[in-house]
Structures are given as C-alpha cells and as structure tokens.
C-alpha cells in the first residue's frame, strides 16, 4: 500500500539516501554536458551557437518525453520508474562511443536526446517523491538536501572527464573510456534501485485510481488547466532551469575571455558549485525553521536580478564575479518553486509533476539563445570578448523578474470555482 506524507517512514534517512544518489547521477550528467560544450566546439569545428546545441539536444527531450513519463509512472510507480531510466541513460552513454569513432556530431546528439529521455523519466518520478515522502512545508529542505547532492557532481564530473580529454587538445577517441565506465555505473544503479527499499508514496488527495492523462483538454479539476498555479510555475521551471545551467556550460568560456588562456580552465567549474552549494546550505538551515518557501524564492529572485545587473554593467575585470553570484541566487529558486507549483493537485499530482518536467526543457532554449547572443555582439571578429558576454548575460534578468512575479502573486492564482483536491 502506498503512503501518504504523514504515514510513519522509520526508513525515511535511508530513502532519502537513495534518492540523494540518484540527484547526484542527475546533476554529473549536467556536469559532463557542461565541459563538452567547449570541448566539442574545437573537436568539431563549431561556432559558439552550434556548441550550445549540446546542451539543446539534453534538454529537448523533456518536452517531449515529459507526458509520457507521466504515464509510466502512474502505471508501474516511482521506483520502477527511476529504475527504467537509468537503463535509458545507459543506452544514451552507450551510444557517445559509435559516435566518437565516426567523429559524428549528428549522432552525438541523438546520443545526448536518449540520455536526456531517461533523465526526463527521472526527473518526473524523482522531484515529487521528494517533495510528498514529508511534510509539504519542509519540502524545500529536503529538495536543498538533494541540490547539495546535484550540485557537487556538476563539479566532479568535468574533473572526471579531464582524466580522459585536454580541454586545449580535444580527441574524441578519448570519450571512448570514460563513457564505457559511465554506462557500467547507471546499468548498476538501475538495477540496484529496482530492488531498493524505496516506499511507494501518494500526494494528499492522490486516489488510488489514477488519472488518465487524456483528460487534460477539459475544464473539470480532473484538468491540469483548473490549477493556473501549475501552469506559471511549469514557465518559472522553464525560465529557472535555463538560467541556472547557463553558468555551468558558459564559466569556461567566459573565463577564457576574462582572463586568456591559463591552465587547467575546466576548474573554473567549481565556482558555479560553490554558489549553488552554499545556497542550498542556507536552505537546510533556514526552511522552514527561520524562513518560509515562499520568502525564501522572493528573497533570492532579488539577488538574480541584482546579480545581472551586475554582471551586465561591471567593468570588464569585475564582471566574471557576477557570474558567480548569480549561481548562488539560483541555487533555492528550484526546491522552492516546485512545491509551490503542485500544492493542491492531489489526484492529478504525478500529471502536474510531468508538466514541470517538460518545463526543464528551458535548460535547452535559454543557453542556445544565448550563445547565439554572443555570436550576434562579436559580429566577425574571431574571438568573443568579455563585452560580448555581458550583452548575452542580459538574458537572466527577464527571467528573474517573472521568478519574481511567480514569487509574489503567481503561485497563489487559484480559480475561484475550484475547490482544491483533498483526500
């Protein structure tokens, strides 16, 4: 039988154990998306617009694959579900070897859009089971918990992958090795989470019959449209996701052009980590002893915007460090706006949690456009400049203003006729 929030978990630390593990997988995929995007740029001869298309082709799946994760975890549960998606990111990890042998960059990407399929059914069963397996108001504690998790593999995976590949001499022969250990790794966990000792758990209001997910046209509150919450939150995921991989898959980039061509550039990954990391400590310590959610995302949805301006209008010598802030900024927007945005779903829980899935796909769009920005500013020159940098960094600001809005008014929109779901 499946239990709710309140039900007594003697094994909640060790679920929660788990499913640290299973964000820190998550984030080292991000990790290792991040330091490609330089890396393929030479390899393949790419400009700074085309390099970004890596990151695109990872975060594309989740618009597509988003609905359908629903689906599968309605019908086999959340732990079965996590299981089946490691087994699809080992195939994508798999599928990074024929292409490096055929220098093909079409097939990797098709690689990366396999991998970012079994990321997509992760982060749909993964999010709302941290979020429902407690108390809804500590849900951003626990969610800070598992960004610490997330966050620190950001770090280690471009250290990982700098074992194998010289960010200066890129060989794609040498992605060979380390994706054969990668693939190795996520088949282990796939199978180790199928028969870990994970409870299955339903939201308040979540019947035991589930929601056919064809439903979603109508106007009733079996309708993911009844709830407006939802929907302005599934924009502040798509809007956060973007800004918050931005950092990780530009600092390199960046920080050649602030500071030139000094060793060992892939450490400069760290940065983003330490600010992600640091805020999420501020999380576990604040929410919601000192700080509500709410208060908590009103109160870094500022700093992002005072970050970017920052970041925009610094001298050439200081801007680079706005970069970092913003990364500390970011770092409570995620475990605050996804329990705001599916409070009061109940039945339709697992559906609203698939549509903030599909938000995700931000992480696709935001980073292109911007990389696009910075071939817009350089013109022809050869190499982009810190100015250039901070003419595309003015895509964050736009963002956090609705993060904002979301903050303030957005995730307390209801329809007055509707009644929210309770059990």
């Not at 597509?64 to 990111?89: D, Q």
């Amino acid at each position: 039988m499946a239990k709710t929030p309140d039900s007594t978990n003697k094994n909640l630390v060790l679920s929660l154990a788990i499913i640290g593990i299973i964000f820190f997988i998550i984030g080292f995929g991000i990790g290792i998306s991040g330091f490609l995007t330089p890396a393929l740029r030479s390899a393949f001869d790419l400009n700074t617009g085309q390099a970004y298309l890596v990151t695109a082709a990872i975060f594309s799946a989740f618009i597509l694959f988003g609905r359908p994760s629903a689906w599968i975890i309605n019908k086999i549960g959340y732990r079965k579900s996590l299981s089946i998606a490691f087994i699809i990111m080992a195939i994508g990890m798999l599928l990074f070897v024929p292409s490096a042998r055929l220098i093909s960059f079409p097939l990797f990407l098709f690689a990366l859009f396999v991998g970012g399929i079994g990321n997509t059914l992760l982060q749909a069963a993964v999010n709302p089971y941290v979020t429902i397996i407690g108390s809804i108001d500590s849900a951003a504690m626990r969610m800070s918990l598992m960004g610490i998790m997330n966050k620190m593999a950001w770090w280690v995976a471009p250290l990982f992958l700098g074992i194998f590949i010289d960010l200066n001499n890129v060989m794609l022969d040498d992605v060979i090795n380390p994706f054969y250990i990668v693939t190795a790794i996520l088949i282990a966990l796939g199978i180790a989470i199928y028969f870990a000792p994970l409870p299955e758990v339903k939201a308040r209001g979540e019947e035991a019959t589930e929601i056919d997910s064809s439903n979603l046209g109508n106007s009733s509150t079996n309708s993911i449209w009844s709830y407006p919450h939802l929907l302005l939150g599934t924009f502040a995921i798509f809007l956060y996701v973007g800004i918050e991989v931005l950092p990780m898959v530009s600092i390199i980039d960046f920080a050649k052009a602030s500071f030139g061509d000094v060793p060992n550039l892939e450490s400069y990954a760290k940065y983003v980590t330490i600010g992600l990391v640091a805020g999420y400590l501020f999380g576990v310590i604040t929410v919601p002893r000192l700080l509500s959610q709410t208060t908590v995302l009103i109160i870094f949805a500022i700093l992002g915007i005072l970050s970017s301006l920052f970041l925009v209008f610094s001298p050439i010598e200081y801007a680079f460090y706005g970069l970092l802030f913003t990364s500390f900024a970011n770092s409570l927007m995620w475990p605050a706006i996804w329990p705001l945005a599916i409070a009061d779903l109940g039945k339709l829980t697992k559906i609203g949690s698939s549509t903030l899935v599909m938000g995700i796909v931000g992480g696709a769009f935001i980073p292109l456009i911007f990389g696009y920005l910075v071939d817009l500013s350089k013109g022809n020159a050869a190499v982009a400049q810190v100015s250039d940098y901070q003419f595309a960094y003015w895509i964050l600001f736009p963002c956090y203003l609705f993060i904002l809005y979301f903050a303030l008014h957005g995730h307390r929109i209801r329809l007055k006729k509707i009644t929210p779901v309770s059990s």
